[in-house]
């Protein structure tokens, strides 16, 4: 069953992608304001929500689990390592797709308000974990860093949700998420956009994924470096 | 062969401690800085980005004509395209209204009965007049169809 799971997780990954970009471009109407700016609608929401909760809430929670004694493992690590990576390429997506449709929109690439500075400074403590995990060369202490490095600054997240809710800001509320559980966006829109999310976040999963097995595997080519020095140095000295 | 053992036995690593916790501590370094740099530009300046109609007109007094972003919606009929720009009445949420003149040319969907935050002055210390540099349309959280009732004709073509 995980196996066939497993298999299918490229191809329904791009099935859908190619749905939203096909109903997003062709299938829904134009929006009563916006026009056929509102096809940005379909990726922009989806990649916000992979960016901020999906990869950064995986990489939060496998470094809480890596912390743990009981759960504590190599793979926490580098799910929590693969996550961020990812975490880093659809915060630079979110930044330039919000610019993208900010620009026509509201008449400006980039408004220093709460909800875009906050977004900005998660990407910079991404790109922090990263810097973090390379600064360290004793692997545990490497792991341990970037653990409490990400929890800490996971905190920035809930920040971002909320910030068009607790201060005034240029950047609209949210569409899906809302405070009071109501949609705010009309039929096929909707539908498109919800596929959209469920498509950016199998993305994801796809992309973590195929990460981590390059990471495994490059992890096993330098042990088996290792080994192989260490054979030539014993055979040297017999 | 003593000799090769000895050879073989694990040596010491280097001390890479302390030059990862200086590395370590260089990124959080730069970190707090380009936080820091971040903050000062977007939370800390502007945590609120504008003030509403009636919030600037509740405190026009202490205002004076410091530069604001001032907040409202656009009212229908009194948009007047001029050579600079466009002129046309801000409305708050009760029965404040704010003159904008506003110099360059408005965003594409800068509209009439539309949220607007525009960046500028009030002419003077009393007046209610405000002078506008740059217009920013704010749009809702809400999606409509342009047109929800159009239903597709057999051969495909919109009615």
Known sequence: MMKVTQRLLGPVTLLLLALTFWMGLWVTPPDKVQGNLVRLLYVHPPIAWVALYVSFGTATIASCLYLWRRTRSDAMDRIAHCAMEISVVFIVLTLVTGSIWGRPTWGVWWAWDARLTSTAILGVFALAYLALRRANDDPTVRARRSAVFAILTAINVPIIHFSVVWWKTLHQGASVLTSTGQLNVHGSMLWTMLIGFVGFTLLFFWLLRERYRLEVSRDARVRTRVDEALATRRSEGA | ?159
Not at chain 2, 117 to 138: C, E
Request: net charge positive; proline share 6%; glycine share 8%.
């Open chain 2, 1 to 159: 062969m003593a000799e090769t053992v000895e050879a073989l036995t694990p040596v010491e690593p280097p001390a890479s401690r302390s030059r990862s916790n200086r590395r370590s501590l260089g990124v959080i370094a730069v970190l707090v800085l380009v936080v820091g740099v971040l903050l000062s530009q977007g939370l800390l300046k502007s945590l609120n980005y504008f003030e509403t109609v009636d919030q600037a007109l509740g405190q026009r007094a202490s205002l004076g004509t410091k530069v604001i972003r001032l907040e409202g919606v656009v009212e229908p009929g009194t948009i007047e395209r001029t050579n600079a720009g466009a002129s046309f009445t801000l409305a708050g949420s009760g029965s404040h209204h704010v003159l904008v003149t506003a110099q360059g040319s408005p965003p594409q969907l800068f509209q009439a009965d539309i949220p607007v935050v525009v960046v500028g002055h009030f002419v003077s210390a009393t007046s209610l007049d405000f002078a506008g540099t740059q217009i920013m349309v704010k749009h809702s959280s809400s999606y409509i169809a342009a047109h929800p009732n159009r239903v597709k004709a057999p051969n495909g073509t919109s009615r």
